[in-house]
Structures are given as structure tokens and as C-alpha cells.
């Protein structure tokens, strides 16, 4: 069974130091996997889409890589801003599992001014 | 840009009634999906549906079940709602085509008195 390991939990970190949150998946035959950003009592809001095919993708100040064979993603959030704080969860569309998306647990960012 | 509408941010109701939560898509997506989200359980699927008036089981269907009438259209309906039922609610759509992104909207927070 896929599982999907967000470490560490939570994190803490001052205004403008760049970010890194990591994200590890078991079964390395995905179709893709999604980067979401979810604020308190909030839906989730796609961030970045990552094809099994790709190795990153980026979009303003952030970044995703995605290396397959290790089963890991990251995402770099650069110069972070007290905005920026939120839970980030990652989800992967793997082959065995047909539509559904299998979520990580999710890291919540605090970023202090 | 995709809009995922769930009719109510807040519900309260009270144990045994009949519940209907309403979700509706702009984007004419073939997936639709209910999760629930519990503290220290993470986002858990409910049920799904990929076509009109098609539905699969998704973790924990138990005490709950679909409609999917229209394809726009994704209710969710508590059979007859019991207190471990209070909960976050996220409704979520899809593209048909496996490299598309997931879409979700704001959420419902059930309370069951």
C-alpha cells in the first residue's frame, strides 16, 4: 500500500529564510504528484503539479522537484513571508490506486516576522 | 480558473437527521471526490465518482453515502447523522486525464449535536 511521509510536522522559521518542506512515497509508479497549500478551517489550494515525467516545476517563488526512483519530492518556497504560513500537504496519483490521490499528513509552516 | 463550490462553510445539526451536503463544479470534470479531515487523521476519502450516476467506495464509506445526478452535481448525504460524523468536509474535482491537477473547495465544518 502506498504511503506518503511529510517530515518534519511542523516548522518554524524567521521571515525571508527560504523554506524546504519534504515529502516520501513508497510506490514509485505515479502519474503524478500534486504540491497543495491549506490555511486554518480552509480548503486545500493547488500549488504545483509535478508529471511522473518531470523533474521540477516551478511557479514565482516556489519550487518542486520530484526524483522518482527515491521516492521524494521538495518544495522550496524562496525569501518566505509571514503569508506564507499555512499547512502544505503533498498527494501522489499513483497507477495501482486509479483516480484517488494518496495525502501526506502535512507540514505546518510558521514564518515569524 | 477552476471554482469548486460546496453550499455551506458551517452546518449544524443535530444526531439521527437526514444531512445533504452540496457540492458543484464550473469546469464539466468527470472526478469528483468527498473527503473528510480530522486532527491526527489527515484528509480520508469517503466516495468518489468519475462519471454521472457512477460512484466507488473510497476508505470510509460506513455511514454515508452519493449522488451524482448531473455531472456539475456531487451530494453527499449522513443517512442519519451520529456525532462521530462532526468533522471537516472537502469536496474536490478532477479532469478525466491523469496528468490534471485536483481542484478543492473551501470546505464545510458539520457539527453534530
Known amino acids: 500500500k502506498q504511503e506518503v511521509t511529510q517530515i518534519p510536522a511542523a516548522l518554524s522559521v524567521p521571515e525571508g529564510e527560504n523554506l524546504v518542506l519534504n515529502c516520501s512515497f513508497t510506490d514509485s509508479a505515479i502519474y503524478n504528484l500534486q504540491w497543495f497549500r491549506q490555511d486554518p478551517g480552509k480548503g486545500l489550494t493547488s500549488l504545483l503539479l509535478i508529471q511522473s515525467s518531470q523533474r521540477e516545476q516551478t511557479s514565482g517563488r516556489l519550487n518542486a522537484s520530484l526524483d522518482k526512483s527515491s521516492g521524494r519530492s521538495t518544495l522550496y518556497i524562496a525569501a518566505s513571508q509571514p503569508g506564507d504560513s499555512a499547512t502544505y500537504l503533498c498527494a501522489v496519483l499513483i497507477k495501482a490506486a486509479g483516480n484517488k490521490l494518496t495525502f501526506g499528513g502535512g507540514t505546518r509552516v510558521l514564518v515569524k516576522p | 480558473d477552476v471554482k469548486v463550490t460546496q453550499s455551506s462553510r458551517y452546518l449544524v445539526k443535530r444526531t439521527g437527521e437526514k444531512v445533504f451536503l452540496e457540492c458543484v463544479q464550473d469546469m464539466d470534470h468527470e472526478n469528483m471526490f468527498w473527503y473528510r479531515q480530522d486532527p491526527g487523521l489527515g484528509l480520508r476519502l469517503i466516495y468518489f465518482s468519475y462519471d454521472v450516476k457512477m460512484k466507488e467506495k473510497g476508505d470510509i464509506p460506513e455511514g454515508y453515502s452519493v449522488s451524482r445526478e448531473k455531472k456539475e452535481r456531487f451530494s453527499l448525504i449522513l443517512e442519519s447523522a451520529s456525532t462521530n460524523q462532526t468533522s471537516m468536509y472537502l469536496c474536490?474535482?478532477?479532469?478525466?486525464?491523469?496528468?490534471?491537477?485536483?481542484?478543492f473547495g473551501d470546505g464545510t465544518r458539520l457539527s453534530i449535536l
Open positions: 474536490a474535482s478532477r479532469e478525466g486525464l491523469k496528468d490534471q491537477p485536483q481542484h
